[in-house]
């Protein structure tokens, strides 16, 4: 049977990972794979997850299964996180979530309750969006559209072209939007955009699916949510994919959620048995370790303020090098104008540099950046940046 097999190329993320290991080049970059890294290049485990790690060691007291919704607690810390404490969706007991492997597992459960919705779903998708986002929802049998979003020429937003696009879209389909730090633009929605966005969703009657992935990593945890939650406070039904791989570091942990808003408490009921019924038929129970230490963080104030604090460093210094970045790239590429990199918002910009001038800087400099020319702004260094810059500008003469 297995001979049937075609081989597969490598995911255009996932493959750079590998190939920038087994590069032996000491000046070797990697900016492809979103994982945030501090001046050295590490990838450190956040002090709060430690001490939360220290506190799980010494109190767990079972390996007992811990149900569908997996973490309850964490579920709850995870929804006021996302909507804030007081939320009228919260307070209308309109919110039902469960805890998923990565942010991944919980797009994967949304797209299965997607078609448990709506058989004949088309899930529409920002051009471009995250590689894996149209695999995944076509992988549970929905139908992948796009519309328009990033303006590569202008590197901004389309966003009189996504109006046009978005006011036909019928009932019954679903539109995803990204949270915040558009991944692979970095190109976010003004809080104007999104009550327009808001308000055509509430006239066309389709659903949006909000991916929030990057909370905390573009301007502050409330103001990344700020468009989820006018959202939220608008519509009467709404899917909130998230993740704590990047704001809590716990990218192999796989923790993450699926929270689904629906128009009343019951009708939220209803929304949760599809949800834990979805669950149990991909992975029947998530894992426990993230949700513990997730859940730990957030119910210390004490380990809450110590992950603030670690979350801002993280994000000044992404914001750091945006600025930094612009201006050596700005200063060494004559003729080019990279400003657009500081408007944009949390580990990826596009380049907007050529398939042979990536392939040059990966086979000539070892500078690892996604084939679309996206780079992860975390990888910069005041070690690298003048190489980086330097090659971009032999790259691009
Ligand atoms: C990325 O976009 O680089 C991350 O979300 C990691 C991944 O799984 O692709």
């Not at 309850?72 to 929804?79: F, G, P, T, V």
């Not at 469960?98 to 899930?123: H, M, W, Y």
């Not at 910069?380 to 790259?395: L, R």
Request: charged letters at 20%; a negative charge.
């Amino acid at each position: 049977m297995f001979s049937q097999l075609k081989p597969l190329p490598t995911d255009p993320i996932l493959g750079l990972m590998a190939a920038f290991k087994a590069d032996t080049n000491a000046n070797k970059i990697d900016l492809g794979v979103g994982v945030y890294k501090d001046e050295q290049g590490n990838t450190p485990v956040l002090k709060a997850v430690k001490k939360a790690e220290e506190f799980r060691l010494a109190n767990e007291t079972s390996k007992s299964y811990i149900g569908l919704a997996g973490n309850l607690d964490y579920c709850q810390k995870m929804e006021e996180l996302l909507l804030g404490n007081a939320h009228p969706a919260l307070l209308a007991n309109r919110v039902r979530t469960a805890q998923t492997p990565g942010g991944t597992g919980s797009l994967r459960v949304a797209a299965e309750f997607i078609k448990r919705c709506n058989d004949n779903a088309t899930v529409w998708v920002t051009t471009p969006t995250w590689a894996n986002h149209i695999s995944l929802f076509e992988a549970a049998g929905l139908t992948v559209k796009e519309y328009p979003y990033y303006d590569y020429e202008k590197k901004g937003l389309l966003f009189d072209e996504m109006v046009n696009a978005l006011s036909q879209i019928p009932a019954g389909d679903v539109v995803l939007l990204h949270a915040c730090c558009h991944n692979p633009s970095g190109m976010d929605l003004n809080a104007e955009q999104w009550q327009t966005v808001t308000d055509i969703a509430k006239a066309q009657g389709f659903t949006v699916l909000i991916d929030i992935a990057y909370q905390g990593f573009g301007t502050s945890l409330d103001e990344d949510a700020a468009g989820l939650r006018l959202l939220a406070s608008q519509v009467e039904e709404l899917i909130i994919c998230s993740s704590c791989s990047k704001n809590f570091g716990l990218y192999r942990d796989r923790i993450g959620a699926c929270s689904i808003i629906s128009k009343d408490a019951s009708a939220a009921d209803v929304s949760n048995s599809v949800l834990l019924s979805v669950v149990r038929s991909i992975y029947s129970m998530p894992p426990a370790h993230g949700a513990d230490i997730v859940s730990t963080i957030l119910s210390s104030s004490e380990l809450t303020t110590m992950w603030h604090d670690e979350l801002d460093e993280m994000r000044s210094r992404i914001n750091e090098f945006r600025s930094l970045l612009k201006e050596k790239l700005n200063d060494k590429c004559h003729g080019m104008d990279f400003s657009f990199i500081e408007r944009q918002h949390g580990m990826f910009s596009f380049l907007g540099i050529n398939k042979e001038q990536i392939e040059r800087l990966q086979k000539e400099y070892s500078i690892y950046i996604v084939g679309s020319s996206r780079v992860n702004v975390a990888g910069i260094s005041h070690a690298n940046i003048d190489y980086f810059a330097d090659a971009v500008a032999e790259v691009t003469k």
